[in-house]
């Protein structure tokens, strides 16, 4: 298994820079993911790295030797495209060892390499079919098993999971979980899911505009994002956002009110009374109880929770995740208060955390 | 009473649709079912009842057209169409591929001059073709038909291999790429496969194409022993005007393995034709 270091890489088409410069130390074994909005630069990311587009700027190394002019083949990567990117005419078999064959494997190593492919994804009775003849997680496994045949340092995924149905990519993400832990492999991945990213990574990458926005451990990025963008993106339902002012401040600690929602927030860089930040508190950190009221407009109940979309007297949108099933009194009105240490404070001005 | 027009007016749609389609095919069949029916007659039988049946099977015609020299042109129109035919999906088939997936300086311009090749007539090109076949020696060689019907065939072969070509899938390749295989193996083993719907039927309408062309034949060959069909039952209907029946099986015999070829294969020509059309 190796290590990688993506150093400053960058990627230009023309006059327009869709990958900004980018560094990225991945470590061995480890499982990276690349999240981020449609356009942010992680396909392309993928696709330097995999040799599929060159690197206009910056460097790539695994293992200490410098990739970026290296051809695909020799770069001891293997990539499980979104489409799968099966060979319609070939088995599954064929496909599998397609790789072997190009590389001239002889015949009983090769088979050997299949077998012990398809007895980890259980694809055994499926050798001979075509992916025609699959299912969409069935084609997956086979694009999988091609990637684990050739044995490489450094697996890579784009988007492999976005082209099954709920239920299906649950399975293959757990089914993905325990892969990672048997191949012991390095693990890129990138996808714009942030739930796949969460329960996924040992560390996330999160990339908007061709930059790294912030780059650490899931529950890290949870817990501390970095600036409203990340706060806003991880997390499910999205953080709220809202336009707050600094009423008083204590040592590493500031209190803000949001249109009568009143919360202390520890923050690292005090800011000055009166300042104008952006308050940060997620759903499912704030509770029915004594404090702000708000509007609730709409509600969604799916039994074990229910989500109420409200407005504070100004009119900024809030969501609050409630336990169990919640019924609203008709005029919709409702009083809401934050967890305690539960909330985050972003500069009004640049959106980083304060 | 608007219910019960509709679908009155749909079976008179319908038997007009019918009648056109019939009256169609009529007129596209019917001329060879004569040309059939009348290569079993004699010379005297055709005349008397041009539109019957034979009263009596003469089978021998089409022994006596064969031995005539009917079966040196078909050779010869065996060996051109399938000469051209092989050369030109292979040259086709490799520009197409090239000009889907590669990346190079004037691409764009270089599909453009392979299309205009389409609509130069060939018989602009006949005396200047005339005095290069005339300077090469390749003169009254099959080579003569062979290159000529190529280079007029492959704008249009060209053209509707790339439109199918532009439908596979580019991660394919680039998975082939991941796996070690270059741009050869690429086209071989994946794209070639994959594109044998389109090759069937590129084929087939250059195969049916190069057996029926005249000018070329007409110009560029003499020998009896390198003449094709079209031309070949030319001189055996100048030479046969008594002999009717002979004639007549004579060029049955002329389109039968083009018809052939037509008939088990007509899915694919349809399938080529509006491939590309849809995606």
């Known amino acids: ?354 | 009473m608007a219910a019960r027009s509709f679908p009155a007016l749909a079976v008179a749609n319908r038997i007009l649709l019918w009648a056109v389609f019939l009256t169609l095919a009529v007129v596209c069949i019917y001329p060879m079912i004569w040309l059939f029916l009348n290569a079993f007659k004699t010379t005297n039988d055709m005349f008397a009842a041009t539109w019957g049946l034979p009263k009596v099977w003469h089978w021998e015609n089409f022994s006596t057209a064969w031995n005539y020299g009917i079966s040196r042109y078909l050779l010869n129109s065996l060996i051109v169409t399938t000469s051209t035919v092989l050369i030109e999906l292979t040259l086709a088939t490799m520009a197409a591929y090239a000009l889907v997936v590669m990346d190079f300086r004037a691409k764009a311009a270089i599909y453009t001059l392979i299309l205009g090749g389409a609509i130069l007539p060939p018989e602009v090109s006949l005396i200047p073709l005339f005095r290069v076949m005339a300077e090469t020696g390749l003169y009254n060689t099959y080579f003569a038909l062979i290159l000529p019907n190529v280079a007029f065939g492959l704008p249009f072969t060209t053209f509707l291999i790339r439109a199918y070509m532009t439908g596979i899938p580019g991660e394919l390749r680039e998975a082939a790429l991941m796996d070690g295989a270059g741009e050869a193996r690429i086209f071989r083993e994946v794209y070639l496969p994959l594109c044998r719907p389109i090759l069937a039927s590129a084929g087939l309408i250059s195969a049916m194409r190069v057996w029926n062309e005249f000018i070329f034949a007409l110009t560029f060959v003499e020998s009896e022993t390198v003449k094709t069909v079209t031309i070949g039952v030319m001189s055996f209907a100048v030479a046969l005007r008594a002999d009717w029946g002979v004639l007549m099986a004579g060029l049955a015999l002329s389109i039968l393995p083009i018809l052939a070829t037509f008939l088990v294969m007509q899915r694919q020509f349809v399938g080529g034709l509006t491939s590309g059309a849809v995606k």
């Open chain 1, 1 to 354: 298994m190796a290590y990688m270091q993506i150093k400053g890489i960058a990627k230009r088409y023309g006059t327009y820079e869709a990958v900004r410069g980018i560094d990225i130390d991945i470590a061995e074994r480890e499982f990276v993911v690349i999240v981020g909005p449609s356009g942010c630069g992680k396909s392309t990311l993928l696709r330097m790295i995999a040799g599929l587009e060159t690197i206009s700027r910056g460097d790539l190394v695994i293992d200490g030797q410098r990739m970026n002019d290296v051809r695909p083949a020799d770069r001891g990567i293997a990539m499980v495209f979104q489409s799968y990117a099966l060979y319609p005419h070939k088995t599954v078999e064929q496909n599998m060892g397609f790789a072997l064959k190009v590389a001239k494997t002889p015949k009983d190593e090769a088979a050997r390499k299949i077998a012990r492919a398809a007895e980890i994804l259980q694809l055994g009775p499926l050798l001979k079919r075509l992916p025609k003849e699959l299912s969409g997680g069935q084609r997956q496994r086979v694009a999988i098993g091609r990637a684990i045949v050739r044995n490489p340092k450094v697996f890579l995924f784009d988007e492999p999971l976005s082209n099954l149905d709920a239920s299906l990519r649950l399975q293959m993400r757990i089914e993905l979980a325990q892969l990672h832990r048997e191949l012991q492999a390095t693990m890129v991945y990138v996808t714009h899911d942030q739930i796949e990213a969460m329960t996924l990574a040992d560390k996330i990458v999160v990339l908007r505009d061709g930059l790294v926005e912030q780059i650490g451990a899931p529950l890290e990025i949870y817990r501390r994002p970095a600036n409203t963008f990340v706060a806003g993106f991880i997390g499910s339902p999205k953080m709220n956002l809202l336009k707050a002012r600094v009423t008083a401040t204590v040592a590493g600690q500031a209190r803000v009110d949001a249109a009568g929602l009143v919360c202390d927030v520890a923050v690292d860089h005090l800011p000055v009374i009166g300042a104008e930040v952006t308050l940060g508190i997620r759903p499912e950190h704030l509770a029915a109880g004594p404090g702000a009221p708000v509007q609730v407009q709409a509600s969604e109940r799916l039994g074990g929770v229910t989500y109420a979309y409200a407005r504070l007297p100004d009119g900024q949108s809030l969501t609050v995740q409630l336990d169990g099933e919640h019924d609203f009194a008709a005029d919709g009105g409702l009083t809401v208060q934050p967890q305690p240490g539960r909330a985050h404070l972003f500069s009004g001005d640049s959106g980083l955390r304060l």
